[in-house]
């Protein structure tokens, strides 16, 4: 399913005429928030405690150039342990996923997500994977250790410094094997999913891009 969003001006300067109408398009695993130079622009619209919630986001902005993309990704865990269905038979490392285009008016786009992203994880779990075979994981505890740490002010934003981000991960789609909407957008061949350094540890990922 795609769902669609309102429109949402960012401009540095109020009705300025260099202010750009561009639609952008977002899939992701589980659950996304993009800002424009730090604006919150769009979110998932469905919440990331809903199981299997994949789908599909079209919203529009408009924004001047240059501008930072800031974009939040997150894989739906139900602690710190990394895990879903814990104390099921279905107990498991969930993964995660992310891809991304944005269009101008005239329907060329702007922008892809791909290799020329930043992205920063801010939350790894489990720091070692058979924390998943554990009968009774406890987050923090043995394999089941993780990593969290705050999103860094200003960083969706055009003064930040991101030199010492690492380059975003691409993954290919038989790696994140995407489902429901994602068949519904038309991707450019240059879009690539995009992530942390792994699939199933990195919880969630801040990337970043600046459009000129």
């Not at 010492?164 to 290919?172: F, L, M």
């Not at 879009?191 to 990195?202: C, K, M, R, T, Y």
């Amino acid at each position: 399913m795609i769902r669609l969003a309102t429109a949402v001006t960012i401009s540095a300067m109020p009705g300025c005429l260099l202010a750009e109408r561009f639609m952008g398009e977002v899939w992701a695993d589980n659950w996304f928030e993009m800002r424009i130079n730090g604006v919150q622009v769009a979110e998932d619209s469905v919440a990331i405690t809903t199981e299997r919630s994949f789908n599909a986001e079209r919203f529009t902005f408009e924004a001047e150039r240059p501008f930072v993309i800031g974009l939040v990704a997150k894989d739906f865990v139900e602690n710190d342990t990394g895990l879903e269905y814990i104390g099921t038979p279905r107990q498991q490392l969930g993964d995660g996923g992310v891809i991304a285009q944005i269009k101008g008016e005239n329907g060329r786009v702007a922008v892809v997500s791909d290799a020329a992203w930043q992205c920063k994880v801010i939350h790894t779990a489990p720091l070692d994977k058979s924390c998943a075979a554990s009968h009774a994981p406890v987050a923090g505890v043995g394999a089941c250790a993780f990593e969290i740490s705050p999103e860094p002010e200003g960083w969706d934003e055009a003064g930040f410094d991101a030199r010492a981000w690492p380059q975003a991960e691409v993954y290919s789609e038989r790696d994140v094997r995407p489902k429901g909407g994602y068949d519904q957008i038309q991707w450019d061949k240059a879009a690539s999913f995009i992530w942390g350094p792994d699939l199933e540890q990195s919880n969630t990922v801040l990337c970043r891009v600046v459009v000129e």
